[in-house]
């Protein structure tokens, strides 16, 4: 069974970092390319950012891009997100999600559960 | 960056109704767009991928068509568990942008 559980998500204050983690089980994580996706309360879903399987390809979108790192180590099966320079804004559940293989940008056919980053003073 | 518009924002139906929901890309995507199903308080699903493929263990009621940048999902006859937020999103390019959603409310 694929399993994807994301974990790191707190309270912190605005400027400060947090690393979220992904943890993937049930496939073989190394042949797979892997996204962040967040929704802040009440809204809708914002991709943030792509990490292709061997680590070759990263995207941001803009509104993270210099601010967050992501990472993988398929030797653990898992995935990153390093969090700097936190804002208000930055306040949602955070997502994990694999891309169906076969396509060079797939749609996400396994999610984790989310984790809740709050960012407040 | 590709903007996707989904219309309307919300809808109210009954059990047993017939729904469409659409989603316009701003830029063709030829069939790159993917419907998902999120429920209170739970991760999207996915439902439909390149436009018209049904995911699988997704039920039939649920239909995708469209090319270019005009897409429909399709509920043929609505069921108590499809009472949830529908999102479109695109996979033409690697920002996978998501359009607004769409809140399936009892009528």
């Not at chain 1, 993988?72 to 208000?88: E, F, G, I, P, V």
């Not at chain 2, 940048?69 to 568990?81: A, G, K, N, Q, V």
Request: net charge positive; glycine share 10%.
């Amino acid at each position: 069974e694929v399993q994807l559980v994301e974990s790191g998500g707190h309270l912190v204050q605005p400027g400060g970092s947090l690393r979220l983690s992904c943890a993937a089980s049930g496939f073989t994580f190394s042949t797979y390319t892997m996204n962040w996706v967040r929704q802040t309360p009440g809204k809708g879903l914002e991709w943030i950012s792509f990490v292709s399987s061997s680590s070759r390809n990263i995207y941001y979108a803009d509104s993270v891009k210099g601010r967050f790192t992501i990472s993988r180590d398929n030797a653990k099966n898992s995935l990153y997100l390093q969090m700097n320079s936190l804002r208000d804004g930055d306040t949602a559940v955070y997502y994990c999600a694999r891309a169906m293989v076969g396509y060079n940008y797939g749609p996400f056919d396994y999610w984790g559960q989310g984790t809740l980053v709050t960012v407040s003073s | 960056d590709i903007q996707m518009t989904q219309s309307p924002s919300s809808l109210s139906a009954s059990v047993g109704d017939r729904v469409t929901i659409t989603c316009r890309a701003s830029q063709d995507i030829t069939n790159y767009l993917n419907w998902y199903q999120q429920r209170p308080g739970k991760a999207p699903k996915l439902l439909i991928y390149t436009a018209s493929n049904l995911q699988s263990g997704v039920p039939s009621r649920f239909s995708g068509s469209g090319s270019g940048t005009d897409f429909i999902l399709t509920i043929s006859r609505l069921r108590p568990e499809d009472f949830a937020t529908y999102y479109c999103q695109q996979s033409y390019n690697s920002f996978r942008t998501f359009g607004q959603g769409t809140k399936v409310e009892v009528k």
